[in-house]
Each structure stands twice: as C-alpha cells, then as structure tokens.
C-alpha cells in the first residue's frame, strides 16, 4: 500500500551510506550497499573512505563513562539559571496533604453531587487532573458537572472519618470540545450530610476564587480549618458560556483514631527504612552520594551527559564490580524522568538503590543474587530541566503537562531517530528479501546533523546504549497504570494499530512480569485511572495500539541496539503527594525486582574464535523462528532473550562459517550456556595471510552503523562546546 507523506522532518527514509552518496550518488540503501558490499570483499581497505577505515575503534564502545565526584560543586551559572528567583525554588508546602481524589485513594462510592449532567460526567469523575478522551459524551469524561445551572449545586466528598480540612484543589473541565470551569465558589462542611455548616471567613461566608481556565489548579486554603467527615464543594459563579463542571483535590489531616473506629484506615507499615519524599536535583545528588557511601564496594556513580540547562543526568551503578563489564554478565537499566513531571519513577528508583543498598549488607539472598549477577544502571532523572519545572509548582499545583518537555520544549518520547519507517521503506522497497536487516539499524543521516532538532538529553541517552551493552530496560512514566511494550509507533501512521516486534511473545512476557506483581494494576478492583480500561487487556498493552508514538525510546533501543525495553505507566497521578510515596513502594518492589531478574531469560554464551579462543565481537545470533537478531558484544558474550521453548541458534561472524546448534531454554529464570566456537573461513585466512594480519573488515551495516554513531558524537560535542561558550559571554555581560 502507498503511504503518502512519509518523509517528514527526522523520519528517516534515507539509509544511504555516506560514501555511496559522495562518491557514487546512489540513492538507494540496497543499491548501494551491495555496490559497497562487492568492494568490501574484494579491497576492504581502498573503497570506503579513510575516515570509515582508519579510526574504527575495534569494539563499537569507545566513549567511557568516569565515577563522578558529588563532592563538586554545582557550576555558578546553572545554578542561577534554575534556582535564581529567591521563593521560587520550594514548592507551597500545604499544611495537610491531599485526600487522594487524584491518587484514587478516595473511592468513588466516597463521591456524590447534587445532580449530574450525564454519568461520563458525574462526581466520581470530579477529580483532580482526570483526562477525558478525544470525544465528549464518552462515559469516561473530564470532570463532574452538574444537570442544573443554579447556586445550589454540589459535589460532596465523604472521607468516611473526622479529617481536619484546610483547603480545596480546584481545576476547570478536561475537553477537547468544551470550555466549562468554576469562578467561584463556597464550601460547606458537615459530620452527617444533614445538617450543614458554611466556612466562614471571619463573620461571613467565605467565598473562594476558582478558576479562570481549564487547566491551571488553584489552591484556595480556608482561613479556619473545619473538623468533619463529610466537604461540599458548592459553585457560584461559573464561566458564563459554558456550565459548572470542576475537578476537584480536598486538603485534610486525618485526626487520630485512637478507638480504632476506622480500622481499614489504619496506615500500611512499611518495613523497609527509605528515604520517602520528593527529592529535587539537589537531594537527589545527596541521596545517591550517602547511598555510594554506605556501599562502596557495589556502587559507582557517573553520568552520561548533561540536560540543557546543564543539569548531569546521573546513574547510580550497581554491581558486584562496578565499574566494569563481566564476561557474560548481562547489563540491565531502569530509566525515570524522562516526561520531568512524572516523577513516580525518579523516587522508586531513589527507593531501590537505598534498598539494594541496605539489603545487600544484611544479606538478602534475592538482592545479594541479582547483585552478583546482573550490571544494573538506574538513571532517576533523564530530564533533570522539566522535573525542576514540575517541582517549583509542587504535587498538586503543576497541572498535567508542566514539566513534561525539556528546556528546549521537546518531548524526547518523540525525539529517538525513527527507525521504524527506514526498516518499514525497506521491506516496501526491497525486492531482494535477503539484503533486508532486521536489527542494529544504523541512525538515518539527517538525525546526525547539527541542526537536527534532537535533544542534549537524547544524545546522551543514545551515546549511553551505544557504549554499554544493555540487555534489558524498562522505562518509568506516570500518569497511567498500564505496561506497554514496542512497536510504539504504528506502521502506516494510523493513530493505533497493534504493531507487534518479531519478539512479541517475550515482550507480552516482560510486560505481564511487571503488570501482574505490582499491587495496583494487578487489583481486579480498581477503577480506570482515566478513558481507557486497561483492566480489560491486564494491563499491558501494544504501545501502537494504544496510541502511535514515532521516535520513542523502546522502539529505538530495539532497532538499534539489542537491548528489550517496555514503557511502565505507574500511577494515575503524574505528580503523587510525597505522603504517597511509601505505599508506591510497597506497590511496586516486587515489580521492579522481578523485572530486573528477566534479564537472565533465555539464552547465553560466548563467541570464540576456535583456534585462538578469542572472543568475536558482533558476531549476529540468529533464532530460527524470529526475524530480529542481535550481536555478540566486544568480547563476544551475548545474551537472548527468549521463553522457554527448544530454538535453533546459527551465529555468524564476519570472516568465519556459520554455526547452527540447538538451545534449550527452561522455565527457570536462568539463562542456558550456549557457546559458539567459530572457524576461518579459508578465505579469510587467504586474506589475512596476504594483509599479514590485517584486521577483520567489519560488514557494511555495522560500519554504517558505527559511521553515524560518530557523526552524532561529533556534532554532539560541536553544539556543547557552542554551547558553553556562549553561556560563558552571556555570563560574562551579566
Ligand atoms: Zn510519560
């Protein structure tokens, strides 16, 4: 099928070799590459030019990442370029926290209004941040809205216990189509829904400011707390073109209850000792540091780059070598941060590496194990600039979207090279199937330029996965409960289509791990966090049939590199209350060790070179039955991951004959040894003979691949350096 307009800005489309270009002009990938392939075999030295021969580094991991110094002081002009308005830098701290109408911690059953327009609209959906879907009308809207346009309209909260309340969280209506908030409104408090009493403000009744658009909360807070079990919210004055529709947060202590009248409030003791609240760049530096120091000998700190406004993206190492990559060990990596303000996944990384930390120490047998066995990288915060964002307004106040985008105002959930439509042109394109690749495709060329519109904090992510061979990944977002896992995007730029990986059983297999151990998702009981009902798919879903993302993460990390990545939506609340945060612990512990022990799924081994025993680096293991490969890494370990089954492995290298051998992969989660010893192939060793030990000439693709690899780096470091300097003057004029 023709698919028109498909070559938009960074879409690809032009995996072209840069030297078939220069030199030949040829257009097209195929053309090209088997013109490059037949000069490859015959004068491997002559054809490409120097620049593809002469510095090939001899793994594709050249760039390494140092153990940072958290004793370094933050640089003068980042740390005015973000914490420089005085005030501005904390958050309003609300005296008593939210009573979870976001968090869903009050029950819809707790919900009633005076009257409702429809049940889309009624008061169980009258809450904080609550996202309606694209129509209006659907039984999942955007807020509560009452059936009558009069002063006596209500939405009541019973919080079924004698909560002190000290103020209301209010938001206008969640639509595409209608524009409908409160201006103003009162409030009345009552401790048996019968009779009713006003809040006051001295000898009148109070009258509290809402809203003016639809978006923005505003906090109104009461100038004397009232003591009650049940609130009403009750509008005045309303946008005059539209009805009264609201979302609503309603602030409270809970008093005590030393007659344990409400037994099923009692608070959730949490075991583990953490350091449970928000933590902004600075705390976060603190925290790592204290957790680096409390475990030195299994920890290691460094970062991978530094966000626009100069923040350093940190990662916390944990291994029983830090610091360095074991034969055979897998790498893992949990990403947060990357929409600044879902901030869930920053603190439950912060919550892991403390644990794994203490737990470690006293011995654990489970953490011990994955320490020991795995490379773990935890990256709290891939979009340090956004989350600053999120965090000067607080949990309650930042809205839905502040915070999201990085300093420059992109989304790096859109900002990967899309491989998908070079891989998807390719197969449309391709007459001859077998000169297709299905893995390590390398980043089109217009991705590598300077002017191309890819994020500092992208960039860093990309150079990262390229240096370290990472196994597995998962990547923490909020603002939903639900697993999904690659292809995002969708191939013929339908909204959502299902748009399974050639590895869909394993990736329905990571996701369900995650989905099916975290206390929320898997409670048959919950309500849906928004207009989707993921319940009814068990919480996991195809990223593209949920809706296309071009450009993200898992599917780039899947196309380029060997590394399994999903998306973990954690929470309905993007910005959870820090008095929450012990109980998304508890949630989601288990979740987030069990996924991380996939890692030792399927198969692995090592490539050898027969004669010399010399580990062969991107030799391509090939399953049978999946059409995606992956590579050996630079000293020939590989790990697939794969559900238990019987498989036919061939692996090939370049200069050497193939090996095909049966694996068996068990139920267990541990991975089954399958080595590959490799022999010459005689004319190799022809060739060998006559370049008197000239290097192996690496394939066309992982050239390709490495050539633009560099291309990124270069203009990478050109556009920092830019950077830097004209900080430096623009400091300097200050
Ligand atoms: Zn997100």
Redesign the pocket.
């Known amino acids: 099928m023709a698919r028109p307009s498909r070559h938009g800005p960074n879409q690809g489309g032009d995996i072209m070799i840069t030297w078939c270009l220069e030199e030949e002009a040829a257009k097209d990938w195929h053309e090209c590459s088997m013109k490059a392939e037949s000069a490859v075999s015959t004068t491997p030295l002559h054809s490409p030019p120097t620049a593809v021969t002469t510095n090939v580094p001899k793994t594709t991991t050249t760039v390494s990442f140092n153990t940072e110094d958290l004793n370094e002081k933050i640089d003068k002009n980042v740390e005015k370029r973000i914490w420089n308005k005085k005030g501005e830098a904390e958050p309003t701290v609300l005296e008593c926290p939210p009573l979870g109408l976001e968090s869903l911690r009050v029950k819809d059953a707790q919900l009633q209004a005076s009257s409702f327009k429809r049940r889309g609209l009624g008061p169980h959906r009258g809450r904080l941040n609550i996202q309606s879907g694209i129509e209006d009308g659907d039984i999942y809207d955007g807020a509560w809205c009452a059936r009558y346009e009069d002063k006596k309209q209500w939405l009541q909260v019973d919080a079924m216990r004698l909560i002190r309340f000290t103020g209301v969280i209010l938001q206008g209506r969640s639509s595409i189509w209608s524009w409908d908030w409160v201006h103003t409104y009162k409030v009345q408090t009552s401790n048996d829904s019968i009779s009713w009493k006003p809040c006051m403000n001295g000898t009148k009744e109070a009258i509290f400011e809402g809203n003016r658009d639809s978006e923005t909360p505003v906090l109104a807070v009461f100038p004397e707390p009232a003591v009650a079990r049940y609130i009403r919210i009750n509008p005045q004055t309303w946008y005059k073109n539209g009805t009264i529709c609201l979302r609503a947060e309603v602030l409270g202590c809970t008093l005590p209850d030393p007659n344990k009248i409400y037994p099923w409030q009692m608070e959730q003791v949490i075991q583990d000792k953490l350091d449970f609240r928000h933590h902004n760049y600075k705390e976060m530096r603190k925290l790592m540091k204290s957790v680096n120091e409390a475990c030195p000998n299994i920890t290691r700190i460094y970062s991978i780059g530094k966000s626009y406004a100069g923040l350093k993206l940190y990662v916390m190492e944990i291994s029983d070598n830090p610091g360095k990559h074991e034969l055979g060990e897998p790498e893992f990596r949990y990403v947060a941060g990357?929409?600044g303000n879902?901030v869930l996944g920053r603190e439950l990384l912060l919550n892991l590496m403390e644990y794994m930390c203490q737990e470690y120490k006293k011995g654990n047998q489970r953490v011990v194990q994955l320490v020991k066995d795995t490379r773990i990288h935890l990256l709290p915060s891939m979009n340090p600039d956004g989350y600053e964002m999120a965090y000067k307004k607080g949990s309650e106040l930042s809205g839905w979207a502040l915070g999201?985008y990085s300093w420059e105002g992109i989304d790096m959930?859109h900002n990967f090279a899309d491989l998908n439509t070079v891989m998807w042109d390719a197969i449309e394109l391709e007459t001859d199937k077998s000169k297709l690749i299905n893995h390590y495709f390398p980043i089109p060329e217009q991705y590598t330029s300077k002017d191309a519109f890819v994020a500092p904090e992208t960039r860093a992510v990309i150079s990262w996965m390229q240096n370290i061979p990472f196994v597995l990944s998962a990547n923490l977002?909020?603002?939903e409960l639900v697993v999904t896992y690659p292809f995002d995007m969708t191939r013929d730029w339908a909204p959502r289509e299902h748009t399974p990986t050639p590895d869909d059983s394993f990736f329905r297999w990571l996701a369900t791990v995650y989905a099916s151990t975290n206390h929320v998702m898997s409670n048959p009981d919950r309500r849906p966090c928004h207009y989707v009902d993921f319940l009814r798919h068990n919480n996991i879903i195809n990223g593209a049939s949920w809706h296309t993302v071009p450009g993200s993460m898992n599917d780039f990390s899947y196309l380029h590199t060997n590394c399994f990545e999903v998306?973990v939506?954690l929470s309905c609340d993007?910005f959870p209350h820090a008095s929450e945060l012990p109980a998304e612990w508890v949630n989601n512990k288990d979740s987030l060790l069990t996924y991380m022990e996939q890692v030792h799924r399927g198969i692995k081994g090592v490539v050898t070179d027969k004669e010399t025993e010399a580990g062969i680096p991107d030799a391509i293991i090939k399953v049978d039955s999946i059409d995606h490969h992956i590579r050996s890494a630079s000293d020939g370990d590989y790990w697939r991951l794969l559900n238990p089954g019987e498989y036919e492995i061939t692996v090939t290298a370049e200069g050497y004959m193939p090996v095909t051998r049966k694996c068996q992969v068990y139920y267990e989660p541990h991975p089954t040894i399958c080595d590959f010893r490799l022999t010459k192939t005689p004319k190799q060793r022809l060739r060998e003979i006559l370049a008197k030990g000239g290097k192996i000439p690496k394939d066309l693709q992982l050239r390709l691949r490495q050539l633009r690899t560099r291309k990124l780096r270069v203009t990478t470091k050109a556009i920092n350096q830019r950077r830097a300097s004209q900080q430096k003057i623009r400091a300097s004029q200050r």
Request: glycine share 18%; charged share 35%.
């Open positions: 990357m929409h879902e999201r959930n977002h909020g603002g998306t939506e993007k």
